[in-house]
């Protein structure tokens, strides 16, 4: 048996629809983006969707809009995936890097403010894994400061804060239809936003800054004209054959997302017989999206070298969460460590020459996160076997490798 880190879920409805585009010959940004495009602002409680070949595509569009500068900076959290900070970096602009907290792997919010300088542009908000970050607090300091906020919602479908989905509490949000993510176009984005500018801005920078997308020309009279091109864009459209698919599964994510809570769930109950992995948590009266389910190695221990900034202490713990997770694949299960502490990347250690404790909780974060399968179609024998040889492996004693209880040492 073998169990991967996530199956996309796939059907009959996916395989026809997808067809549909390659039957009319409309294979390009076309009808069926446009229809998932409204599916989504209208899940979200958006204004506006606009659809992108990637969340980071997305991101680096909202980087534009934003109109980051040499000189300006933006505070983002230093535990999250590198596009996030690339499309920053990528303008010239410098990002600043903010701790988060180890047991919600988002942003800490109390370290923001610390951070603010008359050069801070925005705030970048990435709500982690599926859980919100903690926005009111976020919209109170960006409204303080005249801050702009743009949330990563790449892993933020189905999170919300009292019951508002993630992205509409900034001036946009952009999610990822990745594999990975909930539901999936194979890669994907979408920006939402309430801001008219904004939308309009993204529909032209993803279309190479035209002043008319080819869908818009095709369907009026006056088609054999070109657009004028108004800014300095990208091509960075969904295919219609992507959009088809977006909306097959769309009709999908009631189910997809229920079924993920109904697992979290059963997770986290059986998760009280693992002591050494910490199931994710969420807030009261924030609903986590559960993108994906990551906990957290040896909690206890952790905690305390992060707050002993001790970092050798967070090397032996990698070692052995390593270790864990390496006779994990050799019965056949994949995990993953959640995702990665940008500061400690070469590309931005080497740049901005920071000291991976600089930021320890998103260093052990890095180090000790542990993601597991977890996706809508898993059955129930897979969790027994999953949970099973969770198990049989104990910690032998603190900062000290695990020994296999029982047999099956394969
Ligand atoms: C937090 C976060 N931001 C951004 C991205 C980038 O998304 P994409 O792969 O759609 O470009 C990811 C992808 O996993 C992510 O996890």
Same mark, same amino acid.
């Given at each position: ?17 997808? !067809? ?8 390009? !940004? ?28 997305? !991101? ?80 109170? +300091? ?24 993630? %992205? ?5 949000? +952009? ?12 890669? %994907? ?56 698919? %977006? ?13 993920? !809570? ?67 694949? %050799? ?80």
């Amino acid at each position: 048996m073998k169990l991967p880190i996530v199956r996309p879920v796939f059907d009959k409805d996916d395989l026809d629809l997808i !067809q549909k585009p390659l039957e009319t010959g409309w294979v390009v !940004q076309g009808p069926y983006v446009k229809e998932f495009e409204e599916k989504i602002a209208g899940y979200v409680g958006a204004r506006y969707a606009v659809a992108v070949n990637s969340c980071t595509s997305g !991101q680096f569009i909202m980087s534009r809009i934003v109109d980051l500068k040499p000189g300006d900076e933006v505070i983002v959290p230093s535990f999250t995936w590198i596009s996030t900070v690339n499309s920053i970096e990528f303008l010239g602009a410098t990002a600043v890097f903010c701790d988060i907290g180890l047991r919600s792997f988002n942003i800490d919010v109390n370290q923001i403010r610390g951070k603010i300088t008359p050069r801070t542009k925005a705030i970048y908000p990435v709500h982690l894994f599926g859980l919100p970050a903690p926005m009111p607090e976020i919209l109170r +300091i960006a409204k303080e400061h005249n801050l702009q906020v743009v949330e990563d919602c790449a892993c933020a479908l189905g999170a919300r804060i009292e019951g508002a989905h993630c %992205g509409s509490f900034g001036l946009a949000g +952009i999610l990822s239809f990745h594999p990975r993510k909930s539901i999936t176009t194979g890669e %994907g984005g979408m920006i939402v936003t309430n801001d008219d500018r904004t939308a309009a801005m993204a529909v032209s920078l993803r279309d190479h800054g035209a002043v008319k997308s080819d869908f818009s020309r095709h369907n009026e009279r006056g088609s054999f004209l070109l657009s004028d091109y108004a800014h300095l864009g990208y091509n960075v459209r969904m295919t219609d054959i992507q959009g088809a698919l %977006g909306v097959a599964q769309f009709k999908k994510i009631g189910w997809i997302l229920q079924k993920k !809570q109904d697992l979290a769930k059963m997770y986290n109950e059986r998760l009280a017989e693992i002591p050494w992995l910490a199931p994710p948590e969420a807030p009261p009266g924030y609903t986590h999206g559960y993108q994906t389910y990551c906990t957290l190695f040896k909690p206890e221990e952790a905690l305390k070298a992060v707050s002993g900034k001790d970092q050798n202490a967070i090397e032996r713990l990698h070692e052995e969460r390593n270790e864990y997770m390496a006779h994990l694949e %050799g019965v056949g299960i994949a995990t993953r460590q959640g995702t990665h502490a940008v500061h400690v990347q070469r590309l931005y250690r080497e740049k901005y020459k920071i000291h991976a404790m600089a930021y320890p909780v998103s260093y052990a974060a890095d180090r000790l996160s542990l993601a597991l399968p977890f996706f809508p179609t898993i059955t129930p024998d897979e969790i027994d076997w999953l949970f099973e040889q969770l198990k049989k492996m104990r910690p032998k004693r603190a900062s000290a490798g695990f020994f296999l209880t029982g047999r099956d040492h394969s």
